[in-house]
């Protein structure tokens, strides 16, 4: 019966979407910033759980006005984070792109999760971030690495 959110619309996103509605998720918001990848969640959830209240939204996590306000007005109970960048040949390539993407998108659902009062918050990482030797591995790291940080701090009372 809970308010969850969900990063990102791939193979594990959408999954994930799948197993909450099975669970009985009170309601589910997709963020996703590939149209056919939200299009194909949607039709697929639509389809196999009519009865689940099932919101997709276009956008970009390093967008982090238009995240804040999606997390404000959902108001998530728990979030689960999947939206990254994975291929090593492209994050070598675009390493920038990687870093705002896995890295700053991770900062800025954090973030967003902690302003909406979302209790929970479940971080989709890579075994490659341990002791990385890879470029994908290193930038999922460091978003680990703030994660830790953030958990670590003690959590103002309402």
Known sequence: GKRVAVTGG???GAE???Q???AGGGAILLIENAELALYDCVRAMRADFPGVTFDARLCDIRDRAHLDSLFRDFQPELVFHTAALR???TIRQQLGTALSINLGGTINVADAAIAAGAG???????DRATRS???MGATK???ELYLELVASRPVAPR
């Open 141 to 143: 790291r460091l978003a």
């Open 133 to 135: 030797s890879s470029a």
């Open 16 to 18: 994930i979407c799948r």
């Open 10 to 12: 791939g193979v594990i």
């Open 120 to 126: 929970t918050m479940v971080h989709v990482s890579t």
């Open 87 to 89: 291929h090593e040949g």
């Open 20 to 22: 909450v509605a099975a």
